[in-house]
T-cell receptor
């Protein structure tokens, strides 16, 4: 079965604290994984993809095939990081499956 | 980046009426667009894949006669909710890829449908 699991609906951290948003996937093929972000009153937009191995806005995510995970991390959270984050899996049929999303709230 | 627009952004209609939502790719051609539905505080659920010049591919459990999709040109896809009922009230979002096989999806701002 093709599935993306984000176990946390809400994650609340203090400004400056490290943050990790968890994502696990289930997929029989070679996965292509993404993190999308939705800021308040804005549309969904791509944050990063695993194949590019880049850091965007201080966020990184490493694909761990052994643990079937693609957790999103940032060493020092900022208030402007508060948003809804969706982990997504691109299937071989070029359909994207989204996780349930995690709302990150960064407190001052 | 590529821009996708949706119209209208918000619509309120009476039960039994049909509502059409437009999705346009403004600065690129999209052979494939996707329609999602999002319930409050829930994830995006793919409803169908809209292919230019051919029939849409619907996900399991989505009634194709209820949710009519037309992809008449490389920049426009429409979703028509026919004979809408209150349970159809939701947030509908479209997205598109810049080219066939492209991996990044660009999303529209969404359309809030409320059926009274």
């Amino acid at each position: 079965a093709q599935r993306v699991t984000q176990p946390e609906k809400l994650l609340s951290v203090f400004k400056g604290a490290p943050v990790e948003l968890k994502c696990n996937y289930s997929y029989s093929g070679s996965p292509e994984l993404f993190w999308y972000v939705q800021y308040s009153r804005q549309r969904l937009q791509l944050l990063l993809r695993h194949i590019s191995r880049e850091s965007i806005k201080g966020f990184t995510a490493d694909l761990n095939k052994g643990e079937t995970s693609f957790h999103l991390k940032k060493p020092f959270a900022q208030e402007e990081d508060s948003a809804m984050y969706y982990c997504a899996l691109l299937t071989g049929g070029f359909k994207t499956i989204f996780g349930a999303g995690t709302r990150l709230f960064v407190k001052a | 980046g590529a821009v996708v627009s949706q119209h209208p952004s918000r619509v309120i209609c009476k039960s039994g009426t049909s509502v059409k939502i437009e999705c346009r790719s403004l600065d690129f051609q999209a052979t494939t667009m996707f329609w999602y539905r999002q319930f409050p505080k829930q994830s995006l659920m793919l409803m169908a894949t809209s292919n230019e010049g051919s029939k849409a591919t619907y996900e399991q459990g989505v009634e194709k006669d209820k949710f009519l999709i037309n992809h008449a040109s490389l920049t426009l896809s429409t979703l028509t909710v026919t004979s809408a009922h209150p349970e159809d009230s939701s947030f509908y979002i479209c997205s598109a890829r810049v080219n066939q096989g492209g991996v990044e999806q660009f999303f529209g701002p969404g359309t809030r449908l409320t059926v009274l």
